[in-house]
């Protein structure tokens, strides 16, 4: 199993900056990937960006020149920092891993007041 702990959520303005985190333990060798996934009440949940085992990222058209996925292989940590936010990037963004199965964090909720 794989366990994904979020952070960094948090109430920022518009136009603001937040820096997510996603720590992730257990059999984290069988990763073949890792992404951010975000949902809202009543909407899918949608993907936010990936990035692969060789660092090959994907975006989101949203979120695509504001948003950058990164990590840090020692401490097996992937961050998502978020500039320029706006308020219709309101959502609870989860962290995933894809091994056989995919594993979910709890999720960390992102509000941006117009």
């Known amino acids: 199993q794989v366990q994904l702990v979020e952070s960094g959520g948090g109430l920022v303005q518009a136009g603001g900056s937040l820096r997510l985190s996603c720590a992730a333990s257990?059999?984290?060798?069988?990763?073949?990937?890792m992404a951010w996934y975000r949902q809202v009440v009543g909407k899918q949940r949608e993907l936010v960006a990936r990035?692969?085992?060789?660092?090959?990222?994907t975006y989101g058209d949203s979120v695509r020149g504001r948003f950058t996925i990164e990590r840090d292989i020692p401490k097996f940590t992937v961050f998502l920092q978020m500039n320029n936010l706006k308020s219709e990037d309101t959502a609870l963004y989860y962290c995933?891993?894809?091994?056989?199965?995919?594993?979910w964090g709890q999720g960390t909720q992102v509000t941006v007041s117009a």
């Open positions: 995933a891993a894809a091994t056989t199965f995919d594993y």
């Open positions: 257990g059999r984290i060798l069988t990763v073949n990937h």
């Open positions: 990035i692969t085992t060789d660092g090959t990222t």
